[in-house]
């Protein structure tokens, strides 16, 4: 972490699961990093470390997203920022088409199109367009001359569509992260960057995301016995660690990761 000394690393999602490990790990790992840390939801653990800094962000609307990097300007002239980890994403359960042998019984009801539409669109916001703002916001921010990362938070579906009806428009929205991992850094390497851009697609994560998805008894019963034999918020961190510690001149694009067991 030496050539991050004297910088800025900002995580998104960083209240809980993997953006809370990560963060733990960075403030672990260096005194000389400042942390900043994007939630919903305030972030209070780590309030006794000097170069913590938590801001309560929607990554999704565009005025928050404002609202932190003018702030950052503010409070931290002169640092650049050489890691944005884009990890907020979330899913919900309902299938692409509105067919009754489709749905199981943690879909979501849904009375109309714009229901609907409130469903899709959250996982859309937060997944696709907040990593995409972050990322265009952040990366201007950035000593392009330094070595430093962009690391998505993918997901192994982004990487191949299962048979979940549940699961598909998540699906989509992680197909879409794998592509603007990519764009961004065809784009890094057409300015002249020294940035990289990474991804980590995890399979199975013992995080709360499962029951963000659904908390319906039966789903959550079948994810307590999956949960069990789940990759953990370290070791995404270690992937995270892996692509960040790697030499300047050393590209590390997609880690696809899942637990031993996982199948699919």
């Known amino acids: 972490m030496e050539k991050f000394a004297g910088t800025i690393a900002i995580v998104t999602g960083g209240s809980a699961g993997i953006g809370k490990a990560l963060i733990k790990r960075l403030l672990d790992k260096s005194v000389d990093l400042t942390v900043v840390g994007l939630a919903r939801r305030p972030i209070e653990e780590f309030a006794s470390f000097s170069n913590f800094r938590g801001f309560q962000c929607d990554v999704s609307k565009a005025d928050q997203v404002?609202?932190?990097?003018?702030?950052?300007?503010?409070?931290?002239?002169?640092?650049?920022?050489?890691?944005?980890?884009?990890?907020?994403?979330?899913?919900?359960?309902?299938?692409?088409?509105?067919?009754?042998?489709?749905?199981?019984?943690?879909?979501?009801?849904?009375?109309?199109?714009?229901?609907v539409s409130s469903v899709y669109a959250s996982q859309l916001n937060t997944n696709v367009l907040g990593l995409s703002l972050m990322t265009r916001a952040v990366s201007k921010l950035m000593d392009h001359q330094k070595c430093g990362n962009i690391i998505n938070i993918n997901s192994m579906s982004g990487q191949?569509?299962?048979?979940?009806?549940?699961?598909?428009?998540y699906s989509a929205t992680k197909f879409a992260v794998t592509a603007l991992t990519e764009g961004t850094r065809q784009e890094l390497r057409q300015i002249n960057s020294s940035i990289r851009a990474n991804q980590i697609s995890p399979g199975y994560v013992d995080t709360d995301f499962f029951q963000a998805f659904s908390m319906e008894e039966g789903y959550?019963?079948?994810?307590?016995?999956?949960?069990?034999?789940?990759?953990?918020?370290?070791?995404?961190?270690?992937?995270?660690?892996?692509?960040?510690?790697?030499?300047?001149?050393?590209?590390?694009?997609?880690?696809?990761?899942?637990?031993?067991?996982?199948?699919?």
Do not use: W, Y
């Open 66 to 115: 404002q609202a932190v990097i003018s702030s950052i300007q503010r409070e931290f002239p002169g640092k650049s920022v050489q890691l944005l980890v884009n990890n907020a994403g979330h899913g919900k359960p309902l299938p692409l088409l509105d067919h009754s042998s489709l749905n199981d019984s943690c879909t979501i009801k849904v009375d109309s199109l714009e229901d």
């Open 160 to 169: 191949r569509v299962v048979p979940t009806p549940n699961s598909h428009m």
């Open 220 to 264: 959550q019963e079948k994810m307590k016995e999956i949960v069990k034999t789940a990759i953990t918020s370290e070791d995404i961190v270690n992937s995270i660690m892996l692509c960040v510690e790697a030499q300047p001149g050393c590209q590390i694009g997609d880690i696809q990761m899942r637990p031993t067991v996982q199948k699919l």
